[in-house]
């Protein structure tokens, strides 16, 4: 279907007439969860083959995590919500809201009351903290009106990231049924090869007139945004291809523009864009076993999906004085060393791999780059991989001298802030002791980072994987200065204007995390969970926990 065709037919479909209803909207999600699970299998194999890791059952595990299992979630928590709003007027919150020190709303967000959440997800939570002045009850600003319109007027360009297959499933399906737009869906060329599984998964919405998938280049996707017919857009990507599309193709043109402050499109653009994202190390007093637990969590976070994840794991910012920290870096490195190496399939890859590294490395013979875990680097003998997102398997250590554990908080959360670039997501990781004496100190250091996810022992991935977490860049970005993006994504308990989402879960994970690299039943683990999710009910997830425990 050519970009004509496909706005077309938008224009002329049934449902700008007739309207589409909440009931409508959750029979959509019930019969997409159908057809997800219908094509999940052949849509993991794809992508394990357009990752060049043929039908390998790590890679397909990862592939059903990040793909058919958060759709599906997607899908489910859709529905709850849904319901919710057309019986009482609004989401269910999962807790009672309260207050920070500082008098900001915080919005219990996990576990949800649903899909087994809290026995799936031992000693995780997670909050949202609303930005200043937003009263407990107004949390949801206009997301009630928005979700409750019946009227279908605009159609939404959604550019689709290339990396991860449920990025730009669940940017459309946000745009679809909590805003009730038509979306047209561009693939990105380095995942083109889901088209047409999309096509068949996501059928109904393809009937129902609310959604047509796409392909093309740089070419089409610029036709596509600048289309006159295109009321809004949506771009996951790098801050580059942002401001190639927003400001021009070439520097001179975009610096230009960007001090006149004329755009090339002028038509409202959200956007989930890259980030430098800090991993920081609180010092203090850890057990073996959650030190090698920590160190595992920041390996698979820089490893999963072959490093190409705009959450991966980039810095890791540690104390100098810590005397744990020779032990905690080479416990990186022996699960960095443990984990398989993956092709580097994404496009410059090898080039931005020794441009950031400094390292004239090739890919081997199978396409692959090593884990590279650069340690005791200064930010300001080599700035570029802080600067700049590096978007391949490579991370930096950064030591900062520091008298006391405050002190280094103070420091390492200025320099998380200046020196690194974006403003997506950031893990820290506290000691149990000091977390528990010094509860005002962890509460003003998750208040300063200037960060819109932040997870506490845990990897942004997580966050980012659980959907009510809304996902996006820090509230504040513009246009010329767009750091990690502006609008959100995943918010599927319809919270307006919050500033922040964190994450907090124990130092050890019970069971094992199923993102880790060691965890050899990944793929019946990811499968059980889609189950799960397709008709949650205590059989199924009986099966989920039995092979958890096992792993």
């Not at 073996?288 to 976070?301: F, I, M, N, P, T």
């Not at 993956?342 to 950031?356: I, L, M, T, V």
């Amino acid at each position: 279907m050519s970009l004509t065709e496909a706005i077309v037919s938008l224009q002329n479909a049934n449902v700008r007439h007739t309207g589409l209803t909440i009931a409508q909207k959750i029979l959509l999600c019930e019969r997409c969860i159908a057809t997800v699970g219908e094509v999940a299998e052949a849509w993991i194999s794809a992508g394990s083959r357009g990752k060049e890791c043929p039908d390998q059952p790590d890679v397909l595990a990862e592939e059903m995590l990040t793909g058919p299992v958060i759709v599906t979630r997607m899908l489910q928590l859709v529905i709850k919500t849904l319901e919710q709003v057309a019986r009482n007027g609004r989401p269910r919150i999962a807790g009672y809201l309260s207050q920070t020190s500082q008098q900001q709303t915080v919005v219990p967000i996990f576990p949800t009351p649903y899909l087994w959440d809290r026995l799936a997800f031992i000693g995780l939570s997670a909050e949202a903290i609303m930005q200043p002045k937003v009263e407990p009850a107004d949390i949801h600003g206009t997301w009630l009106g928005k979700v409750s319109d019946t009227n279908v007027r605009s159609i939404t360009a959604v550019l689709g990231a290339g990396n991860v297959s449920a990025v730009c499933v669940t940017d459309s399906l946000h745009r679809i049924l909590l805003e009730s737009q038509q979306v047209i869906l561009k693939m990105n060329p380095v995942n083109d090869y889901l088209r047409p599984i999309f096509q068949q998964a996501f059928g109904p919405l393809i009937e129902a007139g609310l959604l047509r998938i796409i392909g093309g280049g740089g070419e089409i996707g610029m036709q596509l945004v600048q289309h006159p017919d295109v009321d809004e857009v949506h771009i996951t990507g790098s801050t580059q291809t942002h401001d190639r599309i927003v400001w021009g193709d070439q520097a001179a043109e975009q610096e230009t523009r960007k001090r006149a402050n004329t755009p090339l499109i002028s038509k409202p653009l959200s956007s989930e864009l890259g980030n430098v994202s800090p991993w920081i190390i609180v010092p203090g007093v850890y057990s073996k076993r959650q030190l090698r637990s920590q160190a595992e969590h920041v390996a698979a976070s820089i490893t999963n999906n072959a490093a190409f994840n705009c959450l991966a794991t980039r810095v890791v910012v540690t104390c100098l004085q810590w005397k744990q920290r020779t032990e905690f870096l080479q416990l990186v490195d022996q699960f960095l060393n443990q984990t398989p190496l993956r092709p580097a399939y994404y496009p410059g890859a090898a080039d931005r791999f020794r441009r950031h590294s400094g390292k004239d490395i090739q890919p081997d013979k199978k396409n692959c780059l090593p884990w590279l875990f650069l340690k005791d680097q200064d930010d300001k003998v080599n700035c570029s991989f802080y600067a700049e997102e590096s978007f391949v398997g490579f991370c930096a250590e950064t030591a900062i001298e520091a008298s006391s554990t405050t002190d280094f908080l103070q420091s390492a959360i200025q320099f998380c802030n200046k020196q690194l670039a974006g403003t997506l997501c950031a893990s820290i990781t506290f000691p149990n002791d000091f977390k528990r004496r010094e509860k005002k100190k962890v509460e003003e250091a998750i208040h300063q980072l200037r960060y819109a996810s932040i997870c506490v022992n845990q990897w942004s991935g997580l966050a980012y994987s659980l959907l009510t977490p809304p996902w996006g860049g820090y509230p504040g970005a513009t246009l010329q200065n767009i750091e990690s993006g502006i609008g959100s994504v995943h918010n599927t308990l319809l919270l307006d204007r919050y500033e922040k989402s964190v994450l907090c879960g124990p130092l050890v994970n019970f069971p094992k995390p199923v993102w880790f690299a060691t965890n050899k039943k990944s793929l019946n683990i990811a499968r059980h969970l889609l189950s799960l999710y397709q008709r949650p009910n205590v059989l199924r997830f009986g099966k989920l926990l039995s092979t958890a425990l096992t792993a």
